[in-house]
């Protein structure tokens, strides 16, 4: 057996799969959460056991150490598994990297260079690399979110800014969860034994983002120069006008780090309701909260949105998939949504929409003629740890 370790590296938290490429199964599931907090949270996951820590974990290095640790003691051995690669996440690519990439140290720097790029994100990803090169004596491969989108034609990936400042400030759409798009639309190519398929893909989790792809080729993508532009996310705004920055500079009197945490920490489903998981959302909806009411309506107005223009750039549609977090789960929000769309021929049976399954499903009625709706659960971890192996190999 040969096994990978894929680690997704967060401002506060490692999400980390021993996951077997072959067969799919992940061997081992963990999360180190509240790193640089007084008291950090390791949950690790092996089949049914789970082992608890709580103790403080000042960095990655040390969450890093501690996950080592428990697969020492509880299991299962990376030696045993046959660990033959680590898979980092890694946010941000920048225009250097768009396929999978061995780690060297010229990469680790670059990966670390492209931290203006995605200030959020990619420090923690360069963190996370240098330290498990030091634990971990394998090769490591890092898998980059924006190089399903390196792809996009270019009317899609320009900004009409002035040229010269974009080309100096590499200033284009980049796009990102795509590790995500490119699992899923291949799963529904796989599904529907076809790859001619005009495809939106919503992948809808705390961060969210739709994809248009035709014939596996991403055309089109919601996020941005960094994961912030698109749709209405748990914390962040999506599109706005750019001027409510100057507006919140100069008669706010914000400064550049105050509107920075404010679109991208508070503002989505948690600026309008208060709350940003989308089950509490829900529930408070579901008992008459007007904010919460409102918050699920700017939502689904903009996923609405995003796929009448994506099935334009397309030139029509024949799939739209709903995957991640809330996509899986949220039987109301597919629903509500496709019901809104039924001008472009969807629909939905809402027996197979209430299915709770973790396999690839179609939820248009049977025999619909038009274009179909299918919830794929997404896997980036194994797609990750997929790739991780073929960059090596
Ligand atoms: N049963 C459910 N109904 C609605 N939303 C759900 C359900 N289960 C999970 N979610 C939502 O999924 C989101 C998290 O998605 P996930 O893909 O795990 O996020 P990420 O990987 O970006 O952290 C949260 O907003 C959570 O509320
Ligand atoms: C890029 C991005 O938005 O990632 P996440 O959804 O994991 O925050
Ligand atoms: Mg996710």
């Known amino acids: 057996?040969?096994?990978?370790?894929?680690?997704?590296?967060?401002?506060?938290?490692?999400?980390?799969?021993?996951?077997?490429?072959?067969?799919?199964?992940?061997?081992?599931?963990?999360?180190?959460?509240?790193?640089?907090?007084?008291?950090?949270?390791?949950?690790?996951?092996?089949?049914?056991?789970?082992?608890?820590?709580?103790?403080?974990?000042?960095?990655?290095?040390?969450?890093?150490?501690?996950?080592?640790?428990?697969?020492?003691?509880?299991?299962?051995?990376?030696?045993?598994?046959?660990?033959?690669?680590?898979?980092?996440?890694?946010?941000?690519?920048?225009?250097?990297?768009?396929?999978?990439?061995?780690?060297?140290?010229?990469?680790?720097?670059?990966?670390?260079?492209?931290?203006?790029?995605?200030?959020?994100?990619?420090?923690?990803?360069?963190?996370?690399?240098?330290?498990?090169?030091?634990?971990l004596d394998v090769p490591h491969v890092a898998v980059f979110d924006t190089a399903f989108?390196?792809?996009?034609?270019?009317?899609?990936?320009?900004?009409?800014?002035?040229?010269?400042?974009?080309?100096?400030?590499?200033?284009?759409?980049?796009?990102?969860?795509?590790?995500s798009h490119e699992y899923v639309s291949q799963r529904v190519s796989e599904v529907l034994g076809r790859q001619d398929l005009r495809q939106i893909v919503l992948h809808l989790g705390n961060g969210a983002s739709a994809s248009a792809v035709a014939s596996g080729v991403a055309v089109d993508t919601s996020m941005g120069l960094t994961p912030l532009e698109g749709l209405v996310m748990g914390t962040r705004s999506g599109d706005l006008d750019p001027a409510i920055v100057f507006h919140l500079r100069r008669v706010a009197g914000l400064d550049v780090d105050e509107i920075d945490n404010l679109l991208n920490k508070q503002s989505g489903l948690k600026g309008i309701a208060g709350r940003n998981d989308m089950r509490e959302v829900r529930s408070a909806a579901d008992d008459g909260d007007p904010a919460a009411l409102l918050a699920l309506a700017v939502y689904r107005h903009r996923l609405v949105k995003y796929v009448g223009a994506y099935a334009a750039v397309l030139g029509g549609l024949d799939v739209l998939t709903f995957t991640a977090g809330v996509g899986e789960n949220?039987?109301?929000?597919?629903?509500?949504?496709?019901?809104?769309?039924?001008?472009?021929?969807?629909?939905?049976?809402?027996?197979?929409?209430?299915?709770?399954?973790?396999?690839?499903?179609?939820?248009?009625?049977?025999?619909?003629?038009?274009?179909?709706?299918?919830?794929?659960?997404?896997?980036?971890e194994l797609a990750i740890a997929r790739l991780s192996v073929a960059a090596i190999s």
């Open 330 to 380: 949220s039987a109301p929000l597919r629903q509500e949504v496709v019901d809104a769309l039924g001008f472009l021929g969807l629909a939905v049976d809402p027996e197979k929409n209430a299915v709770r399954s973790k396999e690839p499903r179609v939820i248009s009625p049977d025999g619909h003629e038009g274009p179909l709706v299918m919830v794929v659960p997404t896997n980036e």
């Open 149 to 179: 989108f390196a792809t996009l034609p270019e009317a899609a990936y320009t900004y009409a800014i002035d040229a010269a400042v974009a080309k100096a400030h590499q200033i284009r759409r980049y796009g990102f969860h795509g590790t």
């Open 1 to 135: 057996m040969s096994t990978v370790l894929v680690l997704n590296s967060g401002s506060s938290s490692l999400k980390y799969q021993l996951v077997n490429p072959a067969s799919g199964e992940a061997l081992a599931v963990g999360l180190v959460e509240k790193i640089g907090e007084p008291v950090g949270v390791l949950t690790h996951e092996v089949g049914d056991d789970e082992t608890t820590r709580e103790l403080p974990i000042p960095d990655h290095g040390e969450a890093l150490r501690l996950v080592l640790g428990l697969f020492d003691e509880v299991g299962p051995s990376l030696d045993e598994a046959g660990i033959v690669a680590v898979g980092h996440r890694v946010v941000h690519g920048g225009t250097a990297y768009s396929h999978p990439t061995v780690v060297d140290d010229d990469v680790e720097a670059g990966i670390a260079a492209l931290a203006p790029l995605a200030p959020l994100h990619n420090p923690a990803n360069a963190t996370g690399i240098k330290v498990a090169r030091e634990l």
